[in-house]
Nanobody, 114 residues
Framework: QVQLVESGGGLVQPGGSLRLSCSAS????????MGWYRQAPGKQRELVAF???????NYSPSVKGRFAISRDDAKSTMYLQMNSLKSDDTAIYYC????????WGQGTQVTVSS
């Protein structure tokens, strides 16, 4: 079972930045694609950003140009740099590993508010 732990969430003003981290264990990290998802109150969980094993990335249109996903295979860690944050970005952010099984982290709260 993959262990995923997110960190870096918090309260930030509109226009601000945050950097989320997702640390993985019990897995050969470099072998699997990874993703960041988010779930806002009353809404379905949605894919925010995806990164393949070779570093190819894909983004939701709502965050493209503002967010950047990256990975450090030596540290078994994935990141999400979030810039120009908006109130609509408020959600619980989850990391996901595309390995066999249901591999979700516990989530980290991001609140964008003045």
């Amino acid at each position: 079972q993959v262990q995923l732990v997110e960190s870096g969430g918090g309260l930030v003003q509109p226009g601000g930045s945050l950097r989320l981290s997702c640390s993985a264990s019990d897995i050969i990290f470099r072998n699997y694609a990874m993703g960041w998802y988010r779930q806002a109150p009353g809404k379905q969980r949605e894919l925010v950003a995806f990164i393949s094993t070779s570093g190819v990335t894909n983004y939701s249109p709502s965050v493209k140009g503002r967010f950047a996903i990256s990975r450090d295979d030596a540290k078994s860690t994935m990141y999400l740099q979030m810039n120009s944050l908006k109130s609509d970005d408020t959600a619980i952010y989850y990391c996901y590993c595309y390995a066999p099984g249901n591999n979700w982290g516990q989530g980290t709260q991001v609140t964008v508010s003045s």
